[in-house]
């Protein structure tokens, strides 16, 4: 077994997801008990939940929840999506409330280092009204969310909906507002890598720390397919990109970096996950 290395300075690693069943030793995907086992295994202390899947739990498994959070020394990084870009102004705002209600209640219980949160139905190709009205309603609807949370750091993905440097200006418009950093979902919208992680950089808060490799479809009409591998497998520069995030980003000692891991269709899951523990010791060691 490959265990973490310390990580650089008091950044935090964890797991977002995908949670193969090999990794929860039977157990269902929604045993947090065995996420928990699974991390503390390989010295990492961070997953997630949406503040929606807490509303749905009773209050007995939420209890134990935080409980084994708190016993463990674990953090549950929660997040939600922003409101619909067809929605009222009244319904926008509700929706903002029902989520600042739900970081008021959680929070603190999850021991949250980063709530993050995902444009919800927008994206850039979409031609529903202009990016500066979009950007007018995220800040409008994000604002006062941000400003609940107080000393917990919210940050808005970029979830193959915008480019980066279209994130950055939504950020930009909401005080308080950083950067989750996909390292690959750029390849899904056709961004450079690099080029996302230099935008990114000066904003990012966390990252969902992914790779992909690219493959050019074999039918018309012309587009490339992605697969999922161990990270450093891929095309997501992930050596250039981490080394250009602890160097710009103002969060470099307090990093939330949550590994993404999609394996490859003929991959074992275990040996995906040893491979991509051990490439990130190399990256924590500057050995790549």
Same mark, same amino acid.
């Given at each position: 077994m490959?265990?973490?290395?310390?990580?650089?300075?008091k950044?935090?690693?964890?797991?977002?997801?995908?949670?193969?069943?090999?990794?929860?030793?039977?157990?269902p995907?929604?045993?947090?008990?065995?996420?928990?086992?699974?991390?503390?295994?390989?010295?990492m202390?961070?997953?997630i939940?949406? /503040?929606? %899947?807490l509303?749905?739990?009773?209050?007995e498994?939420?209890? @134990?929840?935080?409980? #084994?959070? *708190?016993?463990e &020394?674990?953090?549950?990084?929660?997040?939600?999506?922003?409101?619909?870009?067809?929605?009222?102004?009244?319904?926008?705002?509700?929706e903002?409330?029902?989520?600042?209600g739900?970081i008021?209640?959680?929070?603190?219980?999850?021991?949250?280092?980063?709530?993050?949160?995902?444009?919800?139905?927008?994206?850039?190709?979409?031609?529903?009204?202009?990016?500066?009205?979009?950007?007018?309603r /995220?800040? %409008?609807?994000?604002?006062?969310?941000?400003?609940?949370?107080? @000393?917990?750091?919210? #940050?808005i *993905?970029?979830? &193959?909906?915008?480019?980066?440097?279209?994130?950055?200006?939504?950020?930009?418009?909401?005080?308080?507002?950083?950067?989750?950093?996909d390292?690959?979902n750029?390849?899904?919208?056709?961004?450079?890598?690099?080029?996302?992680?230099?935008?990114?950089?000066?904003?990012?808060?966390?990252?969902?720390f992914?790779?992909?490799?690219?493959?050019?479809?074999?039918?018309?009409?012309?587009?490339y397919?992605? %697969?999922?591998?161990?990270?450093?497998e891929?095309?997501?520069?992930?050596?250039?990109?981490?080394? *250009?995030?602890?160097?710009?980003?103002p969060?470099?000692?307090?990093?939330?970096?949550?590994?993404?891991?999609?394996k490859?269709?003929?991959?074992?899951?275990?040996?995906?996950?040893?491979?991509?523990?051990?490439?990130?010791?190399?990256?924590?060691?500057g050995d790549?």
């Open positions: 490959v265990e973490l290395s310390t990580p650089p300075k950044n935090t690693w964890g797991l977002a997801h995908a949670w193969y069943p090999e990794y929860l030793e039977g157990h995907a929604d045993d947090f008990q065995a996420k928990i086992r699974f991390l503390k295994r390989y010295g202390t961070t997953f939940c949406s /503040f929606d %899947e509303d749905r739990m009773s209050k498994r939420r209890q @134990d929840l935080f409980a #084994a959070i *708190e016993a &020394a674990m953090e549950v990084s929660p997040h939600f999506t922003c409101c619909s870009m067809a929605a009222s102004a009244d319904e926008r705002k509700r903002a409330q029902r989520i600042a739900q008021d209640t959680y929070a603190l219980s999850l021991r949250a280092p980063l709530i993050a949160c995902t444009a919800g139905d927008s994206y850039r190709y979409d031609r529903i009204m202009s990016f500066e009205e979009k950007v007018a /995220f800040a %409008e609807f994000l604002g006062p969310i941000v400003a609940t949370a107080a @000393d917990i750091r919210v #940050a *993905e970029n979830h &193959a909906d915008y480019y980066v440097s279209e994130i950055v200006k939504i950020i930009q418009a909401v005080p308080g507002l950083g950067l989750l950093f390292t690959a750029s390849l899904h919208i056709g961004e450079h890598p690099y080029k996302a992680a230099a935008d990114a950089a000066p904003y990012t808060m966390g990252t969902h992914k790779d992909h490799v690219m493959t050019r479809g074999s039918a018309p009409p012309l587009h397919e992605i %697969e999922g591998c161990a990270l450093g891929g095309d997501a520069m992930l050596a250039k990109c981490y080394r *250009e995030i602890l160097d710009k980003s969060y470099a000692d307090r990093l939330v970096m949550l590994i993404e891991l999609f490859g269709e003929k991959e074992d899951s275990l040996e995906c996950w040893e491979k991509s523990v051990k490439f990130i010791n190399q990256l924590i060691a790549v």
